[in-house]
């Protein structure tokens, strides 16, 4: 049996394109981009002064509104410099008024303004001379009281000190006391059930003082017991030194 002939005929697609011929375009190609229509160099200077120089009808424009506001700016002026002037005018009209009132008035007021500018002025002497011995006392009165508030607030503190000291001994003491009797209930007296408890206080401190005096006592028992010690055995090697060299 012979094989199936699978091969199938090449198709050149450049071939193919030129045998259906050329495409009709829509658009402009690009040879009509570069064919079209330039200005020359002088057409293009003459546009350039153009821009430069502008419109005329914006020019005479600006220099109308340029006018119109001068002339607003000068009726501006004048009217301000007429109302200040008239302003200046009524100033004077009135300071001349005051003078020429003034001058009547002075004639007749000279004569008791000096009589009672003279008793205003001892009335003044008086009242600063007052003020100042009330400013000297107060501030004396002043320093005197501080002064007595330090030395009572030290006082107080130090009282103060004296009664916290006391209060935490005796606070100290009770503990001890109760600790005491809560750890020996056997070493309680007798008495101590009807005796108050400042009593009982007392008690303890007076046993503490006892059993000091008594240690104090056994220790120097023991130092002289000592001394005697070394002392009799130094004797005893002196002897025994000496007892060969006799015979």
């Known amino acids: 049996m012979g094989k199936r002939d699978n091969r199938v005929a090449y198709m050149n697609p450049i071939a193919m394109a030129r045998s259906r011929g050329p495409i009709q375009s829509s658009g402009p190609t690009i040879q009509d981009y570069l064919n079209r229509p330039r200005p020359t160099w ?49 100033r004077q009209r009135k300071k001349k008024e005051k003078k020429k009132s003034g001058r009547y008035s002075s004639s007749s007021s000279s004569s008791s303004d000096s009589s009672s500018s003279s008793s205003d ?9 007052k003020r100042k011995k009330k400013k000297k006392n107060r501030s004396h009165k002043s320093s005197e009281s501080s002064m007595s508030e330090t030395e009572s ?35 309680k ?18 046993k503490k003082k006892k059993s000091s005096e008594e240690r104090e006592k056994a220790t120097e028992k023991t130092k002289k017991k000592k001394k005697h010690k070394k002392h009799s055995k130094k004797k005893k090697k002196k002897a025994a030194s000496t007892s060969p060299d006799s015979p």
Not at 198 to 206: F, G, K, N, P, S
């Open 42 to 90: 002088e057409e293009v200077k003459e546009q350039l002064e153009k821009k430069k120089k502008g419109s005329k009808a914006l020019a005479e424009f600006e220099e109308k509104m340029n006018e119109n506001w001068k002339k607003e700016l000068e009726k501006h002026r004048e009217k301000l410099l007429s109302g200040s002037e008239s302003s200046s005018k009524k």
């Open 189 to 206: 007296p007798l008495s101590s059930e009807s005796l108050s408890e400042t009593d009982y206080i007392e008690e303890v401190r007076a």
């Open 121 to 129: 002025s001892e009335d003044e002497d008086k009242k600063q001379g």
């Open 153 to 187: 607030d030290s006082k107080d503190s130090l009282k103060r000190k004296k009664k916290s000291k006391d209060a935490s001994e005796k606070e100290k003491d009770i503990k001890g006391v109760s600790k005491k009797r809560k750890m020996y209930p056997e070493d």
